[in-house]
């Protein structure tokens, strides 16, 4: 590796640190900006994220799901709190260029060549999981849960239209209802999306490692069972317990561990065929070669 390959990065301590301060001003300002925007919207993605319980709801045989809120800031704070999350998704292309325009400068050219990939199949595996969690989990997730609860046809049937408080019902006994807080319920989306395009990452993280040498598709053949068994604790901690939701997450992320093998081989088989175009392996040579046996 000559000296011309890598890019001038010899300025002092003092200017590194001017410049890793303006990344970070540009990088926060980009997150108040996005914040912003999706303040303005925020209703509407509440809206969006609550239709998975909205659509559980009438299948359930509630004609007009109502949710609720008890306190007088806790319908604010939430806007605030979908704000953050949406500002923080808007504004990552640009937090992941000032990141990638402060470290490129030490780099390789290979190295950022093999690099700025991973920093665009990031966000969209992320998305991927986030979208898999809302469309598919989620539903799952509250119809499980509201199977157990009694769904009132509408919120506030004890209050006639004149004032009056009226019996809940005919029958002797206490009924035991559904009324959901927006909070709540938005905490469990919120968390099954973040979990999912998490999960996602799976395959960023390992072809990483395999770049950095810290991870063989030998070695990770070879933890199979170990990752089956890690994957299905997952399941267990950020799924609801049925085993249909538990099942789906650890078919999609063995899979994606499956296609970490695959991306890491096509790794250690490039860096191959690198080392011999260099002269430092012969034709016959293959530094990965000991890691096929347990194949044949």
Not at 64 to 88: C, D, H, K, W
Not at 276 to 289: C, H, K, N, Q, S
Request: charged content about 20%; some cysteine.
């Amino acid at each position: 590796m000559s000296d011309s390959d890598i890019e001038d990065s010899s300025a002092p301590l003092i200017e590194h640190l001017a410049e890793l301060r303006t990344r970070i001003i540009r990088a926060v300002l980009a997150f108040v900006v996005g914040m912003v925007i999706c303040f303005a919207v925020a209703s509407p993605i509440l809206d969006f994220l609550l239709v998975p319980i909205e659509k559980s709801m009438r299948a359930l045989g509630n004609p007009n799901p109502v949710m609720q809120y008890t306190a007088p800031q806790e319908y604010f704070f939430t806007l605030i709190r979908i704000s953050m999350v949406g500002g923080l998704a808007i504004s990552f292309p640009v937090i992941a260029y000032q990141l990638w325009r402060f470290v490129a400068p030490g780099l390789y050219r290979n190295e950022k060549n093999a690099f700025l990939p991973f920093l665009i199949a990031s966000p969209v595996l992320f998305l991927m999981g986030a979208a898999f969690a809302q469309y598919v989990v989620v539903p799952l997730a509250m119809t499980f849960f509201l199977g157990f609860a009694d769904l009132p046809s509408f919120v506030g049937a004890l209050v006639t239209n004149g004032g009056d408080v009226a019996a809940a019902s005919t029958d002797t006994g206490i009924d035991i209802v559904f009324n959901g807080k927006v909070n709540e319920s938005l905490d469990i989306t919120l968390k099954m999306i973040v979990a999912f395009g998490l999960c996602f990452q799976l395959p960023v993280l390992l072809t990483l490692m395999g770049k950095a040498g810290l991870a063989t598709a030998r070695g990770l053949r070879a933890t199979r069972k170990y990752a089956v068994v890690g994957i299905l604790t997952v399941a267990a901690l950020v799924t609801p317990p049925d085993v249909t939701t538990q099942l789906i997450l650890f078919v999609v992320v063995y899979g994606l561990y499956e296609v970490s093998i695959f991306l890491v081989a096509r790794v250690e088989k490039k860096r191959t065929e690198e080392l011999r175009a260099a002269g430092v392996l012969d034709e016959d040579e293959d530094l990965f070669a000991e890691f096929d046996e347990d194949d044949k």
